[in-house]
């Protein structure tokens, strides 16, 4: 069986994500999980990868020729797992038993032997661009067209080891190679740009020899056309600094950065359900 | 002993095209056989090792075998995180060579030591730690590490080593080689301290004592059958590496030890103590600042002997 593009519609894309938000909020109060506000952020990113652009076999999933994704943002795990399941690599129902003892679900994805679909153990920052630059490489030598896109976060750009997989990217002149920053402006503690200066983030790219292109990080439409465009014809390595709002889709959750460890409360789940127009 | 490992990762690299070599930006010339050999799988990371080892990892994990190869504290402790997360946690299939270990790089100060590197890595899950002694364990040792499925570390020398083994000794991971009989002591190594050891046993031979000697070139998993043989055989063990004494070769043979029921013979550790060398010389200077050259090996287990 062949690796395939989902290549949905963009209104179905649109549901989708909908329905992603709704799932990982009910299931941050069930679990006590949290991390809701990094969750919600990107799910539109993974909705446009994983039901548009990235070649996948779902039954088979460690085909050779499969697109890479890599949530190096491992605190984003409660979306990447409802994504997964959505997307057929294993059933909902196996999320029964998220945050349970015992479970595979929890806060950080496990590693790929424990899990379908996952390439990467993430959780600890900075580690998702080196393995990938190292799974691109690998693409490359054993002659396979596979892309590999690494899902960041600019909080993570903090880390040093980030600008060394950058610098070494650049050299190699990988283009199957793509960094995704979900830049919605917030780290753990604080405000990301007064953490560390990361302005312009898209010259630092830029600088270090990647093709570097800004988006809505939550306009599937433009999403999926920069994605359908890998690799890039200038044969960098690419970035895409996705302008993203941390707890996207919930008024009250967005860009409260409360809602990196807040749990949501039954009346909060409802009152998001009813906003992201889903009934409950 | 690094001009043995470029010749046989270059043999490796012509026989299996799995093999990648990736250097912290070091072996200028070494390597230029494998990127012969072996065109577009040598990569000059940089002075970038996080990375590096992280990189490795990527690839183990998508059928390729990775041979990481920088000077000791900087492919071990400067990037531990990701072997622990990347390579370890994974269970991917990357081979670390740490060159110059030991005080090889005496001349160059503690920042080039490596004193700690085999007490920290073994204590990560699925790693495999050697220290071969010689080229003969070293060619052969690498040959099975690219057999294993998981992580490897293995610490090497830097240049001009005595060969110890004769050629086509038999070598395997995870058993000790016999490197001299003896019946009144037995003194346990791992590394290139052994040609230490060797002076040290002929020393003492010539006072009627025969020491054995095993090279434990595999400190994880430890040949436990071989230890029970030796410790049951002998009046005493002595351990000896060129790493500090806490948590290295001599460290986990007292864990097995005090796990082992009934008498074992008493054992003495020979090692660097809990210290930095502030005042730098050669290879030997340091051996005998830290008490592990072969004079005070003698010394010390000719005294711990029974009269």
Known sequence: ?280 | MRNAFADEVTKLGAEDSRVVLLSGDIGNKLFDKFKDNAKGRFFNCGVAEANMMGVAAGMALNGLRPIVYTITPFTTTRCFEQIRVDACYHGAPVIIIGTGSGLSYAELGPTHHSLEDLAILRTLPGMTVLAPCDEVELRALLRGALELNGPVYMRIGKKGEPVLHAKGTSVRIGKAVTLREGTEACIIGAGTILSEVIKAADDLAKEGIRARIESFHTVKPLDEERLAEVFGRYPLIAVAEEHGLLGGLGGSIAEWRVRQDGRLARMMAFGAEDSFLHEIGSQDYARRRYGIDARTIAARVRAALPR
């Open chain 1, 1 to 280: 069986m062949a690796v395939e593009q989902a290549r949905l519609p963009v209104a179905e894309l649109e549901r989708l994500a909908r329905t992603a938000r709704v799932r990982i909020i009910e299931n941050s109060h069930r679990t006590e999980t949290p991390h809701l506000g990094s969750c919600l952020s990107c799910v539109d990113i993974l909705v446009a990868a994983y039901f548009h652009t990235l070649r996948l076999d779902p039954i088979n999933p460690r085909n050779p020729d499969r697109d890479r994704f890599i949530l190096s943002k491992g605190h984003g795990a409660p979306a990447l797992f409802q994504i997964l399941a959505m997307r057929g690599f294993y059933p909902l129902s196996l999320l029964d038993d998220y945050g349970q003892d015992g479970s595979l679900f929890a806060e950080h994805p496990p590693t790929p032997d424990h899990l379908p679909g996952i390439e990467a153990a993430t959780g600890s920052l900075g580690h998702g661009l080196p393995m990938g630059l190292g799974m691109a490489l690998a693409g490359r030598i054993n002659g396979r067209q596979y892309n590999t896109v690494v899902l960041s976060s600019d909080g993570e750009c903090n880390e040093g080891v980030m600008w060394e997989a950058a610098m070494l990217a650049a050299s190699q002149a990988i283009e199957r190679l793509c960094v995704i920053v979900d830049f919605n402006r917030w780290q753990a503690t604080g405000r990301s740009e007064e953490i560390m200066a990361l302005a312009p983030l898209a010259d630092k790219w830029r600088a270090f020899g990647w093709a570097t292109y800004e988006a809505d990080g939550h306009d599937l439409a433009g999403l999926l056309r920069m994605l359908s465009a890998l690799p890039d014809p200038t044969g960098k390595p690419t970035a895409i600094i996705a302008h993203t709002v941390k707890g996207k889709g919930v008024s009250f959750m967005e860009d409260d950065n409360n809602w990196h460890y807040r749990i949501p409360k039954a009346e909060e789940v409802a009152a998001a359900k009813k906003e992201l127009g889903v009934p409950g």
